[in-house]
């Protein structure tokens, strides 16, 4: 038996295996997302694609490869869900009650700040 044909032989349920793989990703991308914690708006930012666009292409599991790259690179990056967090928050405060510097230390007894 030649080696190509055994190469075949090996490299065929490989080639199957990744293809399952993907095509359970993208079955599964808006559960997969759910689970995530990320926001659709979040990752529709990130792929700069509009909400309905987003939505569409998520609820008829027709996101393009490249989509799907990037969306797992997301999911994988503590940082951006890191990130997310920070800002989501801090526009939770936008026009909320704030302290200035001089009362904070004041009403903490710090003699001096340290950066």
Same mark, same amino acid.
């Given at each position: 038996?030649?080696?190509?044909?055994?190469?075949?032989?090996?490299?065929?349920?490989?080639?199957?295996?990744?293809?399952?793989?993907?095509?359970?990703?993208?079955?599964?991308?808006?559960?997969?997302?759910? =689970? @995530?914690?990320?926001? @659709?708006?979040?990752?529709?930012?990130? $792929?700069?694609?509009?909400?309905?666009?987003?939505? $569409?292409?998520?609820?008829?599991?027709?996101?393009? $490869?490249?989509?799907?790259?990037?969306?797992?690179?997301?999911?994988?990056?503590?940082?951006?869900?890191?990130? =997310?967090?920070?800002?989501?928050?801090? =526009?939770?405060?936008?026009?909320?009650?704030?302290?200035? $510097?001089?009362?904070?230390?004041?009403?903490? @007894?710090?003699?001096?700040?340290?950066?």
């Amino acid at each position: 038996m030649s080696t190509i044909i055994k190469e075949k032989r090996v490299l065929k349920p490989v080639l199957q295996e990744i293809i399952e793989d993907y095509t359970q990703i993208v079955n599964n991308i808006g559960g997969i997302i759910k =689970e @995530s914690g990320y926001k @659709s708006n979040f990752i529709a930012k990130k $792929l700069r694609m509009p909400m309905s666009t987003f939505y $569409l292409k998520k609820r008829t599991k027709s996101f393009t $490869l490249d989509e799907v790259t990037q969306i797992v690179g997301m999911l994988d990056d503590d940082d951006d869900m890191e990130n =997310e967090y920070l800002i989501e928050l801090a =526009e939770s405060r936008i026009g909320g009650e704030t302290i200035s $510097l001089a009362d904070m230390i004041e009403t903490f @007894s710090v003699n001096e700040c340290r950066y």
